[in-house]
């Protein structure tokens, strides 16, 4: 059946109509030759860390123009696809590379990957994909050798401060870093709290704790909960949380206890030895010193002491001072010779080789002994009469001279001299004399009452 006339005329003029409004309209097309092309280099990121690693990873992808046409400005990135945690992230277009950081501080361990896009309106190959692909490893993992640290108080020790140092270990892997000391809980039955500080050294392959102890009284710490017979009867006790931001283990606490008298220690009576000496006299008596030890398990009680060389308080060897040690007792003896008057002191340290204590060989404290030397003048000597000779032989022509000198300290004074021989005259040039200068006494026959002979 033909159409009926003019029944196609309706559609054809609807196409012209079309075509003029087209033709009409100022329109501008980009050839594809003359548009600029996305490349980015390299297509798969690598990145990589460990879980719950608080420090994110960055990273720059090149992105650039492979066509000699067009520009890259106002080109996008945007994570599509991987990235439902949240864990990457994209910065801006600059300098002709995109910027990424990957943080595994909330991942466990595994692999992540996203999709990053890159859009671009006036790029030919908009949008252009690019991977990352981010491992997140094992963490760091706090180990101690052990989580007990043990000072061990004696009663010399009071008011001493005493340093241990552990070491911590990282059994997991990346580096352990960030590591804190929370605060310091002293056992609440305790009289005296604040006796302990703690401080990190960290450094590039080591992370250290230093312990710093302040000994106390014996009555500053609590009964000890299981007394042993010549063992620790007094304890004290603080712990501690070590922190790591890094650490998937943190926080560990750390126990320490400061025991009193626990520990294998040389005990000196006396603890020190005092001798006096005069100026060129003699040397003074040896003494002796008893040594026994405190909290050893050992029976019989130990005999093998062994004494080290006489030290001065710089650490110099000193001469004047010896000593000796045979079982548990050590002999010292003094020389003064060839000192002047004065103080001198010295020490003799006291070591013992390890003892078995608690099941185990440990070592015994040593222990030095103090000595002084008081070198003193020597005693004053009261003056007394020293005569050259006495007895002499005179003649009625010929005197005999007899010199009298002191033979104690200072001054010998108040000389006289007397006879009860009528023939006997004595005279003396001096009445006093020194033991240096001397008095003369002469003696004569008298020139008129002679005797044949006298005494």
Request: proline letters at 8%; a negative charge.
């Given at each position: 059946?033909?159409?009926?006339?003019?029944?196609?005329?309706?559609?054809?003029?609807?196409?012209?109509?079309?075509?003029?409004?087209?033709?009409?309209?100022?329109?501008?097309?980009?050839?594809?030759?003359?548009?600029?092309?996305?490349?980015?280099?390299?297509?798969?990121?690598?990145?990589?860390?460990?879980?719950?690693?608080?420090?994110?990873?960055?990273?720059?992808?090149?992105?650039?123009?492979?066509?000699?046409?067009?520009?890259?400005?106002?080109?996008?990135?945007?994570?599509?696809?991987?990235?439902?945690?949240?864990?990457?992230?994209?910065?801006?277009?600059?300098?002709?590379?995109?910027?990424?950081?990957?943080?595994?501080?909330?991942?466990?361990e595994g692999t992540y990957t996203a999709t990053?896009?890159?859009?671009?309106?006036?790029?030919?190959?908009?949008?252009?994909?690019?991977?990352?692909?981010?491992?997140?490893?094992?963490?760091?993992?706090?180990?101690?050798?052990?989580?007990?640290?043990?000072?061990?108080?004696?009663?010399?020790?009071?008011?001493?401060?005493?340093?241990?140092?552990?070491?911590?270990?990282?059994?997991?892997?990346?580096?352990?870093?960030?590591?804190?000391?929370?605060?310091?809980?002293?056992?609440?039955?305790?009289?005296?709290?604040?006796?302990?500080?703690?401080?990190?050294?960290?450094?590039?392959?080591?992370v250290i704790l230093e312990f710093l102890a302040?000994?106390?009284?014996?009555?500053?710490?609590?009964?000890?909960?299981?007394?042993?017979?010549?063992?620790?009867?007094?304890?004290?006790?603080?712990?501690?949380?070590?922190?790591?931001?890094?650490?998937?283990?943190?926080?560990?606490?750390?126990?320490?206890?400061?025991?009193?008298?626990?520990?294998?220690?040389?005990?000196?009576?006396?603890?020190?030895?005092?001798?006096?000496?005069?100026?060129?006299?003699?040397?003074?008596?040896?003494?002796?010193?008893?040594?026994?030890?405190?909290?050893?398990?050992?029976?019989?009680?130990?005999?093998?002491?062994?004494?080290?060389?006489?030290?001065?308080?710089?650490?110099?060897?000193?001469?004047?001072?010896?000593?000796?040690?045979?079982?548990?007792?050590?002999?010292?003896?003094?020389?003064?010779?060839?000192?002047?008057?004065?103080?001198?002191?010295?020490?003799?340290?006291?070591?013992?080789?390890?003892?078995?204590?608690?099941?185990?060989?440990?070592?015994?404290?040593?222990?030095?002994?103090?000595?002084?030397?008081?070198?003193?003048?020597?005693?004053?000597?009261?003056?007394?009469?020293?005569?050259?000779?006495?007895?002499?032989?005179?003649?009625?022509?010929?005197?005999?001279?007899?010199?009298?000198?002191?033979?104690?300290?200072?001054?010998?004074?108040?000389?006289?001299?007397?006879?009860?021989?009528?023939?006997?005259?004595?005279?003396?040039?001096?009445?006093?004399?020194?033991?240096?200068?001397?008095?003369?006494?002469?003696?004569?026959?008298?020139?008129?009452?002679?005797?044949?002979?006298?005494?």
């Amino acid at each position: 059946m033909r159409p009926a006339r003019g029944s196609l005329v309706q559609p054809r003029l609807g196409v012209l109509m079309a075509l003029a409004m087209l033709l009409a309209c100022d329109v501008s097309v980009t050839p594809p030759a003359e548009m600029a092309t996305i490349g980015v280099s390299p297509r798969n990121v690598l990145m990589r860390s460990f879980a719950r690693n608080p420090d994110a990873i960055s990273e720059t992808v090149d992105v650039f123009n492979n066509s000699e046409f067009g520009s890259l400005q106002g080109i996008q990135a945007t994570v599509t696809s991987g990235n439902e945690s949240g864990w990457l992230t994209v910065g801006g277009f600059a300098d002709g590379k995109i910027s990424l950081e990957a943080s595994a501080a909330a991942l466990v361990e595994g692999t992540y990957t996203a999709t990053v896009e890159l859009t671009l309106s006036s790029a030919t190959n908009s949008p252009r994909a690019f991977t990352v692909d981010f491992f997140v490893g094992d963490g760091p993992v706090l180990a101690f050798t052990s989580d007990t640290v043990q000072f061990h108080n004696t009663p010399n020790d009071a008011g001493d401060q005493f340093t241990k140092t552990m070491a911590v270990a990282n059994e997991g892997g990346g580096r352990l870093s960030r590591l804190a000391i929370g605060t310091i809980t002293y056992h609440p039955d305790d009289p005296l709290k604040d006796w302990l500080s703690v401080s990190v050294v960290e450094s590039a392959d080591s992370v250290i704790l230093e312990f710093l102890a302040t000994y106390v009284n014996r009555t500053d710490c609590r009964p000890f909960p299981r007394p042993l017979s010549r063992l620790a009867d007094r304890l004290c006790s603080a712990e501690f949380p070590v922190i790591s931001a890094v650490a998937a283990n943190s926080p560990q606490v750390v126990t320490v206890l400061l025991t009193f008298d626990n520990e294998p220690t040389i005990f000196l009576s006396p603890k020190g030895v005092n001798f006096v000496a005069d100026e060129g006299g003699e040397n003074p008596p040896s003494q002796d010193v008893e040594l026994s030890a405190t909290g050893v398990l050992d029976d019989p009680p130990l005999t093998n002491y062994q004494v080290g060389s006489p030290l001065d308080p710089g650490g110099n060897p000193v001469n004047w001072l010896s000593a000796s040690v045979v079982g548990s007792t050590v002999t010292l003896a003094a020389d003064p010779t060839g000192l002047l008057r004065g103080l001198y002191d010295a020490g003799v340290e006291v070591t013992h080789p390890q003892v078995l204590s608690r099941g185990s060989f440990v070592d015994v404290q040593p222990d030095t002994i103090r000595v002084t030397l008081t070198v003193e003048p020597p005693p004053r000597v009261q003056p007394f009469i020293v005569l050259s000779t006495d007895n002499v032989t005179i003649t009625p022509t010929t005197a005999a001279f007899i010199e009298i000198t002191n033979g104690g300290d200072g001054l010998l004074t108040g000389l006289t001299v007397s006879s009860e021989a009528t023939w006997l005259l004595a005279f003396l040039d001096s009445n006093s004399a020194t033991s240096t200068a001397a008095a003369t006494l002469s003696v004569s026959v008298h020139p008129t009452n002679r005797p044949a002979t006298g005494t």
